[in-house]
C-alpha cells in the first residue's frame, strides 16, 4: 500500500478557483487510476474524476455535475494528481478525496482528505 496525502484545500468564494493536489509515496508499483472523490456532510462520497494511464495514453472521467468546470490531471514522475477547480460553486463543498489503484493486485488507497468550502 501507499501513503496519499491531499493539500490545496480551503475556502474560496463562489466562482473562484482552488487546485488541489495528492502525492504517493511508500511503494514503487504502478499507478494504473488516480482519482478524486467528495463527500459532503450527511451524503455518501461520490466520484468526481479519474484519469487512467494506459501507454502513452490518459483517459478520464468525470461526473456529470463537474463537467466543463474541473479538470484532473497527473505527474507520473512525481506520483502525484491535481484537480483544478474553476468556476466553484456552493454545492461543491465537501472533503475531497484523493485515489490511486495500484499494482500489483489493483488494491485501492485513499488519502485522508483535504476540505474545500465555497462561501461568500
Known amino acids: 500500500q501507499v501513503h496519499l496525502v491531499e493539500s490545496g484545500g480551503g475556502l474560496v468564494q463562489p466562482g473562484g478557483s482552488l487546485r488541489l493536489s495528492c502525492a504517493a509515496s511508500?511503494?514503487?508499483?504502478?499507478?494504473?487510476?488516480m482519482g478524486w472523490y467528495r463527500q459532503a456532510p450527511g451524503k455518501q462520497r461520490e466520484l468526481v474524476a479519474t484519469?487512467?494511464?494506459?501507454?502513452?495514453?490518459?483517459?478520464?472521467d468525470y461526473a456529470d455535475s463537474v463537467k466543463g468546470r474541473f479538470t484532473i490531471s497527473r505527474d507520473n514522475v512525481k506520483n502525484t494528481v491535481y484537480l483544478q477547480m474553476n468556476s466553484l460553486k456552493p454545492e461543491d463543498t465537501a472533503v475531497y478525496y484523493c485515489?490511486?489503484?495500484?499494482?500489483?493486485?489493483?488494491?485501492?488507497?485513499w488519502g485522508q482528505g483535504t476540505q474545500v468550502t465555497v462561501s461568500s
Open positions: 484519469i487512467t494511464r494506459r501507454g502513452h495514453t490518459n483517459y478520464v
Open positions: 485515489k490511486m489503484v495500484v499494482g500489483p493486485g489493483y488494491v485501492d488507497n
Open positions: 511508500g511503494s514503487d508499483d504502478t499507478i494504473y487510476t
